[in-house]
DNA sequence: CGTTTGCTTGAATTCTGTCAAAGCAGGTGG
DNA sequence: CCACCTGCTTTGACAGAATTCAAGCAAACG
């Protein structure tokens, strides 16, 4: 099992070595080229991925215009939840923006492990958890903050995010026009 | 048990007569009257409850202002949830804007359930998720929505929301100003 | 090279917030 | 019963910030 994915599922529960052998079963690494597509719009949302190496961003089209609701970095856990949970057609693509590299677990897996390792049954509710503190954290950066702040604000907690992501990518995260993140870079630089 | 929390609890997990049994030994009614706290700030937050009748607001003060950030009607669960499930002190207040009545039970005897009856762990897992898609949701309209349209949602989705709630604080929940509030009603009458 | 893509810049417009003031209840006390 | 106070809502004037539309520019790519 890849020592990073390891130490995450640690941080929600303790697995003895023999729970990580049969975890480490069901396991299936993927590679991704840039610009290739984790999940697609219409398709089933049957894994929960881990990702490697490489970066992810996930978003949906409203009349062809790309709407980024998020992005997915190494060592975090990649999925379209509500999609993976409901058993629904998705409708966000998950695109690779970097050459990347994903462990995935299918459904049906992670279930009968539910059955044999209660344990893991913690571990998806504190993923849904945590999912839940994040979105509302998110949420509330946008009554108290103005574009400006929230950009300045993504700026200081994640750097590289700047570094490694087009500036329309960011603004349209923002909920921002292009434009208007650019006169935003400007005032304060 | 109250009827209705029966039915919410069945549209989740599906009880035997004598699960609903063990699982009504540990409610709890209690009464509020209009102003009354059900949760204050630095409380801790140990039960989850059901609201039997009445309503509740859910929110913070910063620099003694409210910000609003929720209601919670009949027939729904009430709680301030990161912080059940956190345990850790509130920051947000739930007060009563109307005498009502609320049934809760207490974290330990959830827990305890969870034991006895592996089904009130699914329960908890869907009401996360339910969590979890409803500020996801909230957040995407702060995306795709003006004011003024989000307003106008509110207004067709519950209107009896608009009836009771004072504009202010719908205001406050919409993230806008009562000022702003005023000249958006005005617009559309 | 020429085209495409992404970033910047300008001008006009629109919407919201802020500040200040006035109107309009509903409730209290004299 | 009336006058007053208080809390909520409305209105006006103004400033600020973002959007939109349009154009220019630079780097990347075929």
Same mark, same amino acid.
């Given at each position: 099992?890849?020592?990073? #994915?390891? *130490?995450?599922?640690?941080?929600?529960?303790?697995?003895?070595?023999? &729970?990580?052998?049969v975890?480490?079963?069901?396991?299936?690494?993927?590679?991704?080229?840039?610009?290739?597509?984790l999940?697609? &719009?219409?398709?089933?949302?049957?894994?929960?991925? $881990?990702?490697?190496?490489?970066?992810?961003?996930? /978003?949906?089209? %409203?009349?062809? =215009?790309?709407? %980024?609701?998020?992005?997915?970095?190494?060592?975090?856990? %990649?999925?379209?939840?509500?999609?993976?949970?409901? &058993?629904?057609?998705?409708?966000?693509?998950?695109?690779a923006?970097?050459?990347?590299?994903?462990? $995935?677990?299918?459904?049906?897996?992670?279930?009968?492990? /539910?059955?044999?390792?209660?344990? $893991?049954?913690?571990?998806?509710?504190? %993923? =849904?958890?945590?999912l /839940?503190?994040?979105?509302? &954290?998110?949420? !509330?950066?946008?009554?108290?903050?103005?574009? !400006?702040?929230? /950009?300045?604000?993504?700026?200081?907690t994640?750097?590289?995010? #700047?570094?490694?992501?087009?500036?329309?990518? #960011? *603004?349209?995260?923002?909920? #921002?026009?292009?434009?208007?993140?650019?006169?935003?870079?400007?005032?304060?630089?």
């Amino acid at each position: 099992m890849n020592n990073n #994915i390891k *130490a995450i599922v640690n941080n929600f529960v303790n697995l003895t070595e023999e &729970e990580r052998l049969v975890f480490s079963q069901f396991l299936i690494k993927k590679q991704y080229k840039k610009g290739d597509y984790l999940l697609k &719009e219409n398709d089933y949302c049957n894994y929960v991925g $881990f990702v490697d190496k490489g970066f992810f961003n996930f /978003y949906y089209l %409203i009349d062809g =215009v790309e709407h %980024i609701r998020g992005f997915f970095f190494s060592n975090e856990f %990649i999925s379209n939840y509500p999609c993976f949970l409901l &058993e629904n057609k998705s409708k966000f693509y998950i695109q690779a923006l970097e050459d990347s590299s994903v462990t $995935f677990i299918h459904r049906d897996d992670l279930l009968m492990l /539910y059955e044999k390792l209660p344990k $893991f049954q913690v571990l998806s509710i504190k %993923i =849904v958890e945590n999912l /839940y503190m994040e979105v509302s &954290e998110k949420y !509330e950066s946008f009554f108290l903050k103005s574009p !400006e702040e929230r /950009y300045l604000e993504l700026m200081n907690t994640s750097p590289n995010f #700047i570094q490694r992501v087009p500036q329309y990518m #960011i *603004a349209s995260y923002l909920g #921002i026009t292009p434009e208007g993140l650019s006169r935003i870079r400007k005032r304060n630089s």
